[in-house]
Protein backbone atom coordinates (compact mmCIF):
# COMPACT_ATOMS: atom_id res chain seq x y z
CA UNK A 1 0.00 0.00 0.00
CA UNK A 2 1.33 3.19 -0.99
CA UNK A 3 2.21 5.43 1.91
CA UNK A 4 -0.09 8.64 2.66
CA UNK A 5 0.85 12.34 2.10
CA UNK A 6 -0.51 15.37 2.35
CA UNK A 7 0.33 18.41 -0.60
CA UNK A 8 -0.54 22.14 0.27
CA UNK A 9 -1.50 22.61 -3.76
CA UNK A 10 -1.95 26.58 -4.34
CA UNK A 11 -2.48 26.30 -7.93
CA UNK A 12 0.45 27.81 -8.56
CA UNK A 13 3.58 26.97 -10.28
CA UNK A 14 5.56 26.17 -7.45
CA UNK A 15 3.31 23.78 -5.66
CA UNK A 16 1.93 22.32 -9.46
CA UNK A 17 5.47 20.96 -9.76
CA UNK A 18 5.84 19.70 -6.20
CA UNK A 19 2.43 18.02 -6.60
CA UNK A 20 3.59 16.27 -9.78
CA UNK A 21 6.83 15.54 -8.05
CA UNK A 22 5.35 13.80 -5.37
CA UNK A 23 2.44 11.93 -8.08
CA UNK A 24 5.74 10.36 -9.70
CA UNK A 25 7.57 9.17 -6.23
CA UNK A 26 4.27 6.95 -5.81
CA UNK A 27 2.72 8.37 -2.91
CA UNK A 28 -1.16 8.13 -2.26
CA UNK A 29 -1.49 12.29 -2.53
CA UNK A 30 -4.40 14.11 -0.36
CA UNK A 31 -4.34 17.98 -1.71
CA UNK A 32 -5.10 20.53 0.25
CA UNK A 33 -6.10 23.88 -0.72
CA UNK A 34 -7.21 27.28 1.34
CA UNK A 35 -9.50 29.84 0.80
CA UNK A 36 -8.06 32.42 2.96
CA UNK A 37 -9.99 35.43 1.21
CA UNK A 38 -6.92 35.90 -1.56
CA UNK A 39 -8.02 38.30 -4.52
CA UNK A 40 -6.44 35.73 -6.88
CA UNK A 41 -8.54 33.00 -6.06
CA UNK A 42 -8.87 31.77 -9.17
CA UNK A 43 -5.79 29.48 -8.33
CA UNK A 44 -8.01 27.02 -6.52
CA UNK A 45 -9.79 26.29 -9.74
CA UNK A 46 -6.87 25.70 -11.31
CA UNK A 47 -5.49 23.65 -8.27
CA UNK A 48 -9.24 21.95 -8.91
CA UNK A 49 -8.76 21.22 -12.69
CA UNK A 50 -5.52 19.42 -12.10
CA UNK A 51 -6.32 17.15 -9.07
CA UNK A 52 -9.33 15.90 -11.27
CA UNK A 53 -7.29 15.12 -13.92
CA UNK A 54 -4.86 13.31 -12.01
CA UNK A 55 -7.39 11.54 -10.12
CA UNK A 56 -6.06 13.03 -6.47
CA UNK A 57 -7.86 13.47 -3.60
CA UNK A 58 -8.66 17.08 -2.91
CA UNK A 59 -10.20 19.59 -0.76
CA UNK A 60 -10.50 23.34 -1.15
CA UNK A 61 -11.00 24.43 2.78
CA UNK A 62 -12.50 27.72 3.52
CA UNK A 63 -10.58 29.57 6.12
CA UNK A 64 -10.95 33.35 4.97
CA UNK A 65 -12.92 34.26 8.60
CA UNK A 66 -8.74 34.24 10.06
CA UNK A 67 -9.03 38.17 7.91
CA UNK A 68 -10.87 39.14 10.77
CA UNK A 69 -7.34 38.92 12.57
CA UNK A 70 -5.51 39.57 10.18
CA UNK A 71 -5.15 42.58 7.75
CA UNK A 72 -3.02 44.26 5.89
CA UNK A 73 -1.99 42.49 2.70
CA UNK A 74 -3.07 43.23 -0.38
CA UNK A 75 -3.53 39.74 -1.22
CA UNK A 76 -6.13 39.65 1.51
CA UNK A 77 -7.89 43.41 1.29
CA UNK A 78 -9.53 44.93 -1.84
CA UNK A 79 -8.25 48.36 -0.42
CA UNK A 80 -4.89 47.81 -0.94
CA UNK A 81 -3.22 47.70 -4.40
CA UNK A 82 -1.06 44.77 -5.56
CA UNK A 83 2.46 46.22 -5.66
CA UNK A 84 4.45 46.17 -8.42
CA UNK A 85 8.40 45.04 -9.30
CA UNK A 86 10.45 42.61 -8.66
CA UNK A 87 10.08 40.48 -5.00
CA UNK A 88 13.34 41.78 -4.10
CA UNK A 89 11.54 45.32 -3.93
CA UNK A 90 10.50 46.82 -0.50
CA UNK A 91 6.87 47.29 -1.75
CA UNK A 92 6.58 43.64 -2.11
CA UNK A 93 6.31 43.45 1.31
CA UNK A 94 2.73 44.37 1.47
CA UNK A 95 1.89 40.74 -0.05
CA UNK A 96 2.84 39.23 3.49
CA UNK A 97 0.02 37.67 4.83
CA UNK A 98 0.93 37.33 8.59
CA UNK A 99 1.62 34.01 9.81
CA UNK A 100 0.37 32.43 6.60
CA UNK A 101 2.07 29.43 5.98
CA UNK A 102 2.41 28.71 9.95
CA UNK A 103 -1.43 28.67 10.16
CA UNK A 104 -1.66 26.28 7.03
CA UNK A 105 0.84 24.17 7.75
CA UNK A 106 -0.59 23.58 11.29
CA UNK A 107 -3.88 22.71 9.56
CA UNK A 108 -2.09 20.91 7.38
CA UNK A 109 -0.41 18.97 9.47
CA UNK A 110 -3.46 17.84 11.86
CA UNK A 111 -5.15 16.44 8.44
CA UNK A 112 -2.58 14.76 8.17
CA UNK A 113 -2.93 13.06 11.32
CA UNK A 114 -5.93 12.55 10.89
CA UNK A 115 -5.13 10.54 7.82
CA UNK A 116 -2.77 8.67 8.93
CA UNK A 117 -0.20 10.53 6.45
CA UNK A 118 3.25 10.96 7.69
CA UNK A 119 4.50 13.56 5.52
CA UNK A 120 3.15 17.27 4.27
CA UNK A 121 4.69 18.77 1.35
CA UNK A 122 4.70 22.29 0.42
CA UNK A 123 6.50 24.53 -2.23
CA UNK A 124 8.29 27.10 -0.75
CA UNK A 125 11.74 28.25 -2.84
CA UNK A 126 14.63 30.51 -2.03
CA UNK A 127 13.12 33.47 -4.05
CA UNK A 128 10.51 33.56 -1.29
CA UNK A 129 13.33 33.53 1.70
CA UNK A 130 13.65 37.84 1.58
CA UNK A 131 10.05 38.65 1.35
CA UNK A 132 8.34 35.55 3.13
CA UNK A 133 9.94 34.70 6.80
CA UNK A 134 7.74 31.25 6.43
CA UNK A 135 9.41 30.53 3.79
CA UNK A 136 13.13 30.45 4.88
CA UNK A 137 14.61 27.46 5.94
CA UNK A 138 14.96 28.09 9.28
CA UNK A 139 11.25 28.22 9.60
CA UNK A 140 11.06 24.73 7.67
CA UNK A 141 13.71 23.40 10.36
CA UNK A 142 11.71 24.61 13.88
CA UNK A 143 8.29 23.35 12.34
CA UNK A 144 9.64 20.42 11.34
CA UNK A 145 10.71 19.84 15.29
CA UNK A 146 7.54 21.30 16.81
CA UNK A 147 5.24 18.51 14.08
CA UNK A 148 7.52 15.33 15.37
CA UNK A 149 6.17 16.11 18.79
CA UNK A 150 3.05 17.94 18.69
CA UNK A 151 1.02 14.81 18.05
CA UNK A 152 1.54 11.48 19.22
CA UNK A 153 2.34 10.64 15.57
CA UNK A 154 5.01 12.98 14.03
CA UNK A 155 4.53 14.53 10.50
CA UNK A 156 7.48 15.38 8.83
CA UNK A 157 7.21 18.80 6.44
CA UNK A 158 8.89 18.33 2.76
CA UNK A 159 9.87 21.53 0.88
CA UNK A 160 11.78 19.89 -1.85
CA UNK A 161 12.79 23.20 -3.25
CA UNK A 162 13.59 25.31 -0.31
CA UNK A 163 17.06 25.89 -0.96
CA UNK A 164 16.47 26.57 -5.02
CA UNK A 165 14.84 29.59 -7.07
CA UNK A 166 11.87 29.39 -9.27
CA UNK A 167 13.92 28.67 -12.22
CA UNK A 168 15.01 25.91 -10.99
CA UNK A 169 11.72 24.85 -10.12
CA UNK A 170 10.63 25.40 -13.58
CA UNK A 171 13.72 23.09 -14.71
CA UNK A 172 12.49 20.42 -12.71
CA UNK A 173 9.51 20.67 -14.04
CA UNK A 174 9.88 21.15 -17.99
CA UNK A 175 11.93 17.60 -17.07
CA UNK A 176 8.79 16.13 -16.01
CA UNK A 177 7.47 17.63 -19.01
CA UNK A 178 4.50 19.27 -17.43
CA UNK A 179 2.35 21.83 -18.91
CA UNK A 180 2.53 25.37 -16.94
CA UNK A 181 -0.60 26.69 -18.78
CA UNK A 182 -2.55 24.17 -15.44
CA UNK A 183 -0.93 27.24 -13.10
CA UNK A 184 -2.15 30.27 -12.56
CA UNK A 185 -0.22 32.71 -10.42
CA UNK A 186 -1.01 36.16 -11.02
CA UNK A 187 -1.78 38.22 -7.69
CA UNK A 188 -4.83 39.98 -9.38
CA UNK A 189 -7.17 37.10 -10.13
CA UNK A 190 -8.33 39.07 -13.86
CA UNK A 191 -8.69 37.14 -16.97
CA UNK A 192 -5.30 37.30 -17.57
CA UNK A 193 -2.08 37.56 -15.58
CA UNK A 194 -1.30 40.90 -15.07
CA UNK A 195 2.70 40.67 -16.04
CA UNK A 196 3.31 43.26 -13.27
CA UNK A 197 2.83 42.31 -10.04
CA UNK A 198 6.10 40.21 -8.19
CA UNK A 199 4.37 37.00 -9.07
CA UNK A 200 3.83 37.85 -12.53
CA UNK A 201 7.51 39.09 -12.80
CA UNK A 202 9.08 36.31 -11.14
CA UNK A 203 7.58 33.81 -12.96
CA UNK A 204 8.11 35.08 -16.29
CA UNK A 205 12.07 35.37 -15.47
CA UNK A 206 11.76 31.58 -14.68
CA UNK A 207 10.35 30.96 -18.67
CA UNK A 208 12.86 33.55 -19.74
CA UNK A 209 15.70 32.15 -18.14
CA UNK A 210 14.13 28.44 -19.53
CA UNK A 211 14.49 29.60 -22.83
CA UNK A 212 10.81 28.92 -22.68
CA UNK A 213 7.38 31.11 -23.37
CA UNK A 214 5.06 31.31 -20.80
CA UNK A 215 1.78 29.32 -21.52
CA UNK A 216 -0.55 31.79 -20.15
CA UNK A 217 -2.20 35.36 -21.77
CA UNK A 218 -0.86 38.55 -19.99
CA UNK A 219 -2.60 41.91 -20.28
Known amino acids: MAQKVVVIFSGGMDSFTVLNKAHREGYELY?????????HKKELVYAAKVCEELGIHHKVVDISAINQLIGNSSLTSQDIDVAEGHYAAE????????????????????????????????????????????????????????????????????????????????????????????????????????????????????FAENGVTDPLPYE
Not at 31 to 39: I, P, T, V
Not at 162 to 187: F, R
Open 91 to 206: NMKNTVVPNRNMILLSMAVGYAVSLGASKVYYGAHSGDHNIYPDCRPEFVIKMNEVCAIANYEPVEIVSPYLNVSKIAILTDGLAMGLDYSQTWTCYNGRDKACGQCGACNERLEA
Open 31 to 39: ALSFDYGQR
